[in-house]
């Protein structure tokens, strides 16, 4: 009996040990294996003015919009560009946003012949002004293959079609319209901003955005943040997160352009030397594809884009996101399986062009290919020409550097950065089903690499929820914006410029609600 009871309270101990060491573990899991991503915290002010619509600011906010999309401010190549409809665009913003252009305190310049900056006076010059930039040109598109025509703006089962939807007369009519709206309540603004709206972007933005900033530089003007596209809310585009969570870009990768051409002497087919110079540029062009950059997971922000969006994962996801210091060799190896996380974690490797023969029968004279790499934050564009030359290891391969141009900095991503605050304040009020920010990086590039002089505090985002089938559509056929998903837009940037007009951050307080 007494051996039985000994046994029992044994048992019971051991249990109540279990429960105990139970407990501890997942309390320790808790606290050291799924801890949140750190990130600042976000106060508890809400905008003066709601965004509420009338059946007439609907119509008026949308055919705005479909009116932009209709003027084909086409950029087919830094010497063509449709100037006739870059000039219409000027003329259209005019009639459509009649408080913008004919408030006192805001001054309309047009720089580099088509682009538009505006400087909106705020009442308090205390406040260090920010920026929006956007841009009005857009690449070109085939007339096959979409369900509407590209410069038509139809709106068909809830989205308006047409190029520049989401890239990015969006962002350019959807800034002026959230002003204007603003504008009409009698908003008056205390912090200063600045509106860029470039028209050369898809060219590298060197006549529109890079002469906007020069004029601001000369100006003396300094920026506490400045907001562009690059980025979005992502939906679906991360393996093992359900709900879409906004990636802020706080740097772009550089770019590195080069042109390889090869000249051998022409001749007759009937007698071919052993190599030709299609056959020698296309070996150095697959040794090229067939030697990837190599992979830098863990010296660029992507490590801070999984550690921050970590507790989203799914398990055993979560845990691993949060132990990336063991798992990243795993994870480096998943992320190069898609092509939109693989460049995130490399310098990427693009053959966009080539040009070779003339005829059936001629041995071609020359060979020429166009090589576009975009450059991992990480690296500098040197550093890849060597690789770029040690790959291809060819004397005969000329190599011609054109368009160049290194990764920018990274812009601050802490509790004191004043743009970030904004953007966590900002989503919170407009997408409550946004459950995580975190920073990226901007895969492309844009034009606010040109305005590094004026703040180092450059992020890329467009407050857009897009699926992996909506990035496919962006440079592609079907271009396309909701309708709803751009009054979202308008939303979040009229709400964003009322959300900057705080004079200074609140201290973080442990109780308030963290994104
Ligand atoms: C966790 C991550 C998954 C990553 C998936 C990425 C999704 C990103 C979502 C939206 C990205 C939208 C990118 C739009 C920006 C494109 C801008 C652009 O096309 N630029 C051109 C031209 C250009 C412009 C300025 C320059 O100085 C150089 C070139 C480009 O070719 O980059
Ligand atoms: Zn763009
Ligand atoms: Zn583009």
Redesign the pocket.
């Known amino acids: 009996m007494a051996g039985r009871l000994r046994g029992a309270a044994l048992a019971g101990c051991l249990g109540l040990c279990g429960t105990a060491l139970a407990l501890l573990a997942v309390v320790l899991l808790r606290a050291y294996v799924l801890r949140p991503a750190p990130g600042p915290r976000v106060w508890g002010r809400r905008p003066e003015l709601g965004f509420e619509l009338s059946a007439r600011d609907r119509r008026e906010l949308k055919e705005a919009l479909r009116g932009a999309i209709k003027i084909q401010t086409v950029s087919f190549s830094p010497d063509d560009q449709n100037t006739t409809a870059l000039a219409e665009f000027g003329n259209y913003i005019k009639k459509v946003f009649p408080a913008v252009f004919s408030a006192k305190f805001i001054q309309h310049e047009i720089i580099g012949e088509y682009s538009h900056l505006f400087t909106v006076q705020g009442s308090d010059p205390q406040l260090t002004p920010y920026m929006l930039l956007a841009h009005m040109d857009v690449?070109p598109a085939s007339q096959e293959g979409w369900v509407a025509p590209p410069f038509s703006a139809e709106e068909r089962g809830g989205f308006i079609y047409g190029r520049g939807t989401?890239?990015?007369k969006n962002s350019a009519i959807g800034i002026l319209q959230a002003l204007e709206f603003l504008l009409r309540k009698d908003y008056r603004l205390r912090r200063s901003f600045y509106i860029g709206i470039g028209h050369d972007?898809?060219?590298?933005?060197h006549k529109g955005?890079r002469k906007i900033a020069d004029l601001l530089e000369a100006r003396g003007v300094k920026l506490s943040f400045l907001l562009d596209?690059?980025?979005?809310i992502?939906d679906g585009?991360?393996k093992g997160i359900k709900a879409p969570?906004a990636?802020i870009g706080i740097t772009?990768k550089g770019?590195l352009t080069v042109k390889l051409s090869v000249e051998k002497e022409p001749g007759h087919s009937s007698a071919p030397p052993k190599e030709t110079s299609i056959g020698i540029l296309a070996g150095a062009l697959s040794r090229l594809e067939q030697n990837p950059m190599p992979n830098m997971f863990g010296h660029g922000p992507?490590i801070r884009?999984?550690e921050h969006?970590a507790s989203e994962f799914t398990f055993p996801l979560n845990l691993i996101m949060t132990n990336l210091w063991l798992f990243s060799p795993i994870v480096s190896r998943i992320l190069q399986q898609?092509p939109?996380?693989n460049?995130?974690i490399r310098t990427t490797t693009a053959i966009t062009m080539f040009n070779a023969g003339i005829k059936t029968n001629i041995i071609p004279p020359s060979a020429k290919a166009t090589v576009?790499f975009?450059i991992h934050p990480s690296q500098k564009a040197e550093e890849v020409l060597e690789i770029i030359k040690t790959t291809i290891a060819d004397d005969r391969v000329k190599i011609d550097v054109q368009?160049t141009?290194d990764p920018n900095p990274i812009s601050p991503w802490d509790n004191q950065a004043f743009g970030v605050q904004i953007f966590r304040r900002t989503l919170l009020d407009v997408f409550p089903e946004v459950s995580s920010v975190?920073p990226?990086?901007?895969?492309?590039?844009?034009?606010s690499?040109?305005f590094a002089k004026l703040t180092d505090a450059i992020y890329?985002f467009?407050p857009l929820i897009?699926k992996?089938d909506?990035?496919l559509r962006?440079?592609g056929l079907n271009e396309r914006i909701s309708v709803e998903g751009y009054e979202k837009q308008v939303e979040f940037l009229y709400q964003l410029i009322q959300n900057s007009d705080i004079k200074k951050l609140p201290e973080p307080h442990a109780n308030s609600h963290e994104l």
Request: charged share 20%; with cysteine; hydrophobic share 45%.
């Open positions: 690449v989401m890239d990015n972007e898809e060219i590298y933005g955005a596209e690059g980025s979005a992502l585009f991360i969570v990636v772009e770019a992507e884009t999984l969006l898609m939109s996380t460049a995130l576009n975009r368009e141009f975190a990226g990086i901007c895969i492309a590039n844009t034009d690499r040109h890329l467009n897009i992996p909506d990035f962006i440079h």
